[in-house]
């Protein structure tokens, strides 16, 4: 990592601190510049023309995007968000009352309300399974549940949007290979952050977002479908043109790729976009990146605990996502100090991570999410503000 070229190429870094890559990251010149260039081709030549000329540049997202989660590029396909993945993957399941979903006490907020949606209109049963002690998953609890329930998906959020927490995915997906159950992995916090490889975590769906650590355009995702989903030919409920050829009055023929879950319809700048922005994190290195990135989080904690206040993040491995408040749960003080320093953060509340929150018994808590384009001393101005 060569940080005086990522950070001359962060044009947005050099005026502020910028802490809210888990909300939505700094793009690099390389992300925008591309973009807009397409765009200038566009208004000259039309949508159609423009991507007829580019055929070749856009498979290379598919081939960045499996490159960087260790898969193939007919395994990847292009989608507007994250949730946007996600909903397509649970709609390719045919659930019907009396099924079971198990999933956490921390999967993301529009996760939870997409399973009490299928709750309401399918009567299906939502189990969370338990924690431990230090609030790692209890991976006997959850076999415990299989066993008892036979569900028809687990669904797990690698690292959720409302704590440090990385969750345990890959023992997860051994679990679910052991007893056939189709296993969702919600990456949308973890994908250009850390090690992403689905491979290890044996997962049957994978959903990212590129605004967040990904450092993409908004706008943009990616779902990966494994091939024993692809091979037993689901596909999500509403299918157009890309998802399926027509060969009848009342027939049609599956993509026998995950471009089944797109739609033909999409901005092909935002797609060119994201393609620069994850070649940008495979040419540094995923694993360089996780490195860096857990340095300065560690740093940021030891330095917030040394400060006096409350971290919230519980687990045995944390991520770059650093929650915390003031010992007596409030979190005004912190707040007015970091818009004084031009430090950007988000505040997390407590209807987005319901179940947590309720266990901390915290309303509201700052989240500081730095990343690769952030330096050390960055990190020492932060809690020097912070000294109150």
């Known amino acids: 990592m060569n940080l005086e070229v990522i950070r001359k190429d962060t044009l ?23 973009m807009i260039n397409y ?26 995007a499996a490159k960087l989660i260790n898969a193939t590029s007919a395994n990847i396909a292009f989608m507007n968000s994250s949730t946007d ?19 956490t006490n921390d999967d ?3 996760n939870q309300i997409a399973f009490i949606s ?18 790692e998953l209890d991976l006997h609890d959850l076999e415990n549940l299989i066993r008892k329930y036979s569900p028809k998906l687990i669904a797990v959020t690698h690292i959720p949007t409302n704590s440090g927490l990385i969750q345990n995915v890959e023992d997860v997906g051994r679990l679910c290979k052991q007893y056939n159950i189709l296993y969702l992995v919600d990456a949308c916090q973890s994908v250009g ?42 596909a999500p409920l509403f299918l157009d043109s890309n998802g399926g050829q027509w060969t009848g009055f009342d027939e049609y023929q599956l993509n026998n790729k995950a471009k089944r879950f797109e739609h033909f319809e999409r901005s092909v700048a935002t797609l060119l976009g994201f393609k620069e922005a994850l070649k940008y994190a495979n040419n540094i290195g995923m694993a360089n990146i996780e490195n860096y990135n857990r340095n300065l ?21 944390l991520s770059s996502i650093i929650t ?52 050390l001393e960055e990190i020492e101005n932060v809690s020097d503000f912070l000294l109150i």
């Not at 159609?48 to 498979?59: K, Q, V």
């Not at 993945?85 to 999933?103: V, W």
């Open 85 to 103: 993945a996600y909903a397509k993957a649970l709609s390719s399941i045919s659930f019907k009352e009396g099924d079971c979903i198990i999933t």
């Open 12 to 34: 947005g870094c050099s005026d502020k601190i910028f802490l809210n890559s888990a909300g939505s990251s700094l793009m690099s010149k390389a992300v925008v510049d591309r």
């Open 108 to 110: 993301y907020i529009s």
């Open 324 to 375: 915390f408040c003031q010992k007596d749960g409030k979190i005004e003080k912190i707040r007015k100090i970091l818009n004084e320093n031009n430090v950007f953060f988000t505040v997390s509340n407590k209807n987005n991570a319901l179940i947590d929150f309720t266990l901390k018994n915290v309303e509201y808590a700052i989240r500081l999410s730095p990343h690769y384009f952030n330096t």
């Open 193 to 234: 952050q850390i090690v992403v490889d689905v491979m290890k975590m044996k997962c049957d769906f994978l959903t990212a977002t590129g605004r967040k650590f990904m450092r993409g355009p908004r706008g943009s995702g990616f779902l990966y479908i494994s091939d024993e989903v692809l091979n037993q030919e689901m």
């Open 297 to 317: 989080a560690e740093k940021l904690r030891i330095n917030l605990q040394n400060n006096d206040f409350r971290i919230l993040d519980l687990g045995n491995q």
């Open 118 to 135: 299928l709750k309401k209109r399918y009567d299906i049963e939502i189990i969370r399974m338990k924690n431990l002690s230090d609030h």
């Open 39 to 64: 765009l200038y081709e566009e208004q000259q030549l039309g949508g159609y023309t423009t991507a007829g000329l580019y055929t070749d540049e856009i498979s290379q997202f598919y081939e960045e």
